[in-house]
């Protein structure tokens, strides 16, 4: 049986029908309906969050938290999925890339610092919890202040992740998650903008729904990014259940970890933080070694997918860079192991046996 990089969660058919009925019962379908606010109200219970705004998917969330904080030019990020740079571009926003920090993979605060001190003039930073790994939230933040930058953080990754006892999601003036069938919480398609502040929420909400305001005027031209009632329904059966996924998958991380830390490289965890289980990344910088690891993972009927490549500077090139070299090298060298809630132990010895054996050979 092959083992997948990645299965979406099934939610439980029963709850799920009842869920339905509620809105064909209702016969609201969209525009913040009953289902819409429970949702809303579960999530920042959950995550422990305010001001979190439900949006039809995880690129729209990062560009309307972009307009909703009118920011027009931001550095950022090369190593992550492609949309956290083409959801800017796309919104004809100045992007230029600094690098990454190469333990962690994620925004370098010590290079952002470097990078900023040349030129001044973005209005903000836009930096992703790679793999769920949260970013350096510390530093970021005083670079931030130094600068007096505004921050969107794309947690698309991070659904779940703590630092320090409080939800990576309160970080930043804007944290965007991505509801999408592949991700640990999902929506089919969605996702969600969690606010700092209440009046950037109370915007967004306008934004998302074409600029309509709350007394039927006209504000801002808007976007339509609403969630519709089906797939909030979706998400509310879906987190009945999400604990135990995400505990499992956790539990399923760390024996990857245990089995392969004495063989490869992998991202290094932020200390405060905890994990979700999002991902299963590791580093082989040996090109070839890579590409035998692939084909023997193959021929055992294994998944695994190299991602994320290229770096973002190398793909968008007519964008300004501040040298990405440590991105270079890690989009290189890493590769992605099948991680999701329907593996076994089993599964994952069985991807370690191979890895090992390809490296002891
Ligand atoms: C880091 C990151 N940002 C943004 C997105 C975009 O989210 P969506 O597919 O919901 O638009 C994704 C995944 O799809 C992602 O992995």
Redesign the pocket.
Known sequence: MMIALNKPLTPDLVKLTSYLAQVNESGWYTNFGPLHEQLTKRLEAYLGVENLLLVS??????QVACKALNINSAITTPF??V??TS?LLWQGIDTAFSDIDVSNYNLCPKKLDEALSQDESYDAIVA?H?YGNPCDVKGITDIANKYNKKVIY?A??AFGVKVDGQSVLNFGDAS?L???A??LFHTV???AIIFKNKTNFEIAKQLINFGIQSDGALGSPGINAKLNEYQCAIGLTLLDDIEPVMKRRTLLFNLYVEELKAYVEMPKWHELATKNGAYMPIFIKDEKLQEKIIEALASENIQSRRYFTPSLDIAYNKQKSFGCESSHCISGGVLCLPLHAYITPSDVLKVTDVIKKIIQS
């Not at 998917?57 to 990062?62: E, H, M, V, W």
């Open positions: 998917n995880g690129t729209l969330a990062i992550s999925f949309a956290t959801s992703t790679v794309d698309a990754h965007t991505s509801f999408h592949t991700k398609e969605g996702g």
